[in-house]
Nanobody
Framework: QVQLVESGGGSVQAGGSLRLSCKASGFIVSWRCMGWFRQAPGKEREGVAKTVISAGETLVADSGLGRFAISGDIARHTLYLEMNNLKPEDTAMYYC???????????????????WGQGTQVTVSS
């Protein structure tokens, strides 16, 4: 069974850091295009970052450039999102997601992410 389980969310003050984890099961993460998304109350879901771990390919959205980093641990079947210098506007539910594409995230759209975790809440206070 294909499954993603996120953890690591919490409440922090502005300027703080969090590392989100996403444990995958039912498929091999190493060459799969995977990513992180977030959705704040009243706003549309937006992509935060995506990666193919074994390809060393990472793409971070403008909102997280210089502050967020996406990575993975193949042996642990886990995807990470390291978030630094958090801002109140980063407050959202964060979701891990996976496509069924291997090799590259190039050309992959948000609608191609078909497997989703349950989400983990990140709250940043000013």
């Amino acid at each position: 069974q294909v499954q993603l389980v996120e953890s690591g969310g919490g409440s922090v003050q502005a300027g703080g850091s969090l590392r989100l984890s996403c444990k995958a099961s039912g498929f091999i993460v190493s060459w799969r295009c995977m990513g992180w998304f977030r959705q704040a109350p009243g706003k549309e879901r937006e992509g935060v970052a995506k990666t193919v771990i074994s390809a060393g390919e990472t793409l971070v959205a403008d909102s997280g450039l210089g502050r967020f980093a996406i990575s993975g641990d193949i042996a642990r079947h886990t995807l990470y999102l390291e978030m630094n210098n958090l801002k109140p506007e980063d407050t959202a539910m964060y979701y891990c997601a996976a496509t069924f594409f291997d090799g590259s995230c190039d050309g992959v759209s948000d609608s191609d992410f078909r497997v989703w975790g349950q989400g983990t809440q990140v709250t940043v206070s000013s």
